[in-house]
């Protein structure tokens, strides 16, 4: 069971390069398929060194006499170190790298546990902002992360007027708060980081530099964003998003902190190592070594590009105005407002902002509508998966404004410029449907919203569309049938 369940994980990893064997093909969809297909290829092809360290497991439990659960974890740990150190071109003797963490959020919590004592203060940017739950979120009534209920935490901001992050106020703050760690990275954030100014503001308060690059750093690793390595103490990682691995999480420091965060991750936070998902680590990031990566990278970046462009072509808002990475903010305030009547019935859908908010001054009328929640519930019912998100300027992060648009999966299925511009001509038409939904609804309470969604002929339709655009395109992995 044991060995069926490594091996079927590590077979079902996806594998992206030098792999040449045919999906099924279905109907129509066939005409749009390349030839040479993904995802499909044997361990023993894709990765040899792997498959060897599986073979030799596998005999150590036939040969042997198993009277408790064990693996042989070491050379599969050091191949996996070795390939993350080589991936993101770094020097054994300046960097260590811990291959061990379940999932980004531990590996958080585990790095601030091997550097700080219960109770030391540090700063993440504002969850709402872009920021993680693990770079310290709180709240009046209490601290929402672990992270933030055994340290201090103080967030840092975007600017709202630009949505880009408030550098200076952030060496303001961290000038009166004398923080002893600082963090970088994002979930939602479109643009790139200034490490290097990061770096200026630890040293200005003596804090050591972390930086979580879970989302962009398959990007890194492609060299096609900036590199955190070159001013980071620290620098964590998921490992499944976009550098395409199996889900769990890796640790970069210094060589002169891996000891502290070693023993913070075992014995410290967690108990033995998860030896399929180091394998599924080591496959991929031998995969991110090959040139194929870096062609992959770059065209999610492109993809996202073209995304924004197109969406700010129609005529709709992205926040920043645009995109350096894999993810877009799409700001749906401009369809937001709406005139409502004193009951929430919905009396107009104007374009005059400027207008209605002398109305609204002077009488009990008030704005409403569209949301990032709503939309997203379009997307769900059309096939089309995204996530509601706040954007600069946001009052509540339980209602936000927009939503969080991102291109790695749809690049490795193939998605180049030209079919992400079907894609915005998709997601136009849920705006649309979305505004007329709303106006159907005549409130702004989501179920009045979602009961005339969930019948709506023209959402049904759009689905219909979406799933026979989708199905065009191959997809890694066996499909199940
Ligand atoms: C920046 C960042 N750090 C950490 C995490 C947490 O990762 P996990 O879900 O593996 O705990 C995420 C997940 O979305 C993330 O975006």
Redesign the pocket.
């Known amino acids: 069971m044991y060995i069926l369940f490594f091996f079927s994980f590590s077979f079902f990893r996806k594998c992206y390069c030098c792999v040449d064997r045919a999906p099924r093909s279905k109907g129509k969809a066939t005409s749009r398929r390349p030839k040479n297909k993904k995802g499909k290829a044997s361990l023993k092809d894709v990765d040899p060194e792997i498959f060897e360290l599986i073979k030799e497991e596998e005999k150590r439990q036939r040969c042997g006499l198993e009277l408790i659960a064990s693996e042989v974890i070491d050379k599969l740990e050091v191949l996996c170190q070795e390939r993350a150190l080589k991936v993101f071109n770094l020097d054994p003797k300046e960097w260590a790298v811990n291959v061990q963490p379940y999932?980004?959020?531990?590996?958080?919590f585990a790095a601030m546990n091997g550097l700080l004592n219960v109770g030391d203060r540090f700063m993440g940017l504002h969850l709402p902002d872009g920021?993680?739950?693990?770079?310290g979120f709180y709240r009046p009534e209490k601290a929402v992360n672990i992270s933030a209920k055994y340290f201090t935490s103080l967030p840092y901001y975007i600017d709202p007027s630009t949505g880009y992050i408030d550098y200076d106020d952030l060496e303001k703050q961290a000038l009166r708060f004398c923080p002893k760690l600082i963090i970088g990275?994002?979930?939602a954030y479109p643009r790139d980081w200034d490490y290097k100014r990061l770096r200026e503001i630890a040293d200005k308060t003596k804090a050591i530099l972390l930086i979580?690059?879970?989302?962009f750093s398959g990007l890194v690793a492609a060299k096609i964003i900036n590199n955190p390595f070159e001013f980071a103490d620290v620098v964590?990682t998921?490992t499944?998003?976009s550098l395409r691995a199996t889900?769990?999480?890796l640790i970069f420091c210094r060589t002169k902190y891996a000891k502290d965060i070693n023993y913070s991750v075992f014995p410290g936070t967690q108990g033995g190592p998860h030896n399929h998902a180091i394998a599924g680590i080591a496959v991929a990031l031998r995969e991110a070594l090959a040139p194929e990566f870096t062609e992959y990278a770059k065209q999610i970046v492109l993809n996202c590009r073209t995304l924004a462009n197109e969406l700010k072509t129609m005529g709709h808002k992205i926040a920043t105005g645009g995109t350096d990475t894999h993810l877009l903010l799409w700001d749906l305030r401009p369809h937001v407002m709406c005139l409502m009547g004193p009951k929430k019935n919905i009396l107009k859908m104007p374009n005059e902002t400027i207008i209605l908010h002398k109305i609204m001054l002077t009488s009990n009328f008030f704005y409403d509508g569209l949301t990032g929640a709503k939309v997203e519930y379009v997307c769900d019912l059309t096939a089309i998966t995204i996530n509601k998100n706040t954007v600069h300027g946001d009052k509540s992060a339980l209602n936000p404004g927009g939503v969080r648009v991102g291109t790695p999966a749809l690049t490795s299925r193939g998605f180049k410029e030209e079919d992400f511009k079907v894609v915005a001509k998709l997601l136009d038409e849920v705006c649309q449907l979305s505004i007329a939904i709303q106006q159907e609804a005549g409130s702004t309470k989501h179920s009045d919203f979602t009961a005339i969604a969930d019948k709506s002929e023209k959402v049904k339709d759009l689905k219909r569309r979406v799933e026979e655009f989708a199905e065009k395109f191959p997809i890694p992995g066996r499909i199940l049938e």
Request: glycine content about 12%; charged content about 10%.
């Open positions: 999932s980004g959020s531990t590996a958080n920021g993680h739950l693990s770079h990275g994002s979930s979580d690059m879970a989302h964590t998921t499944h998003k889900r769990a999480a």
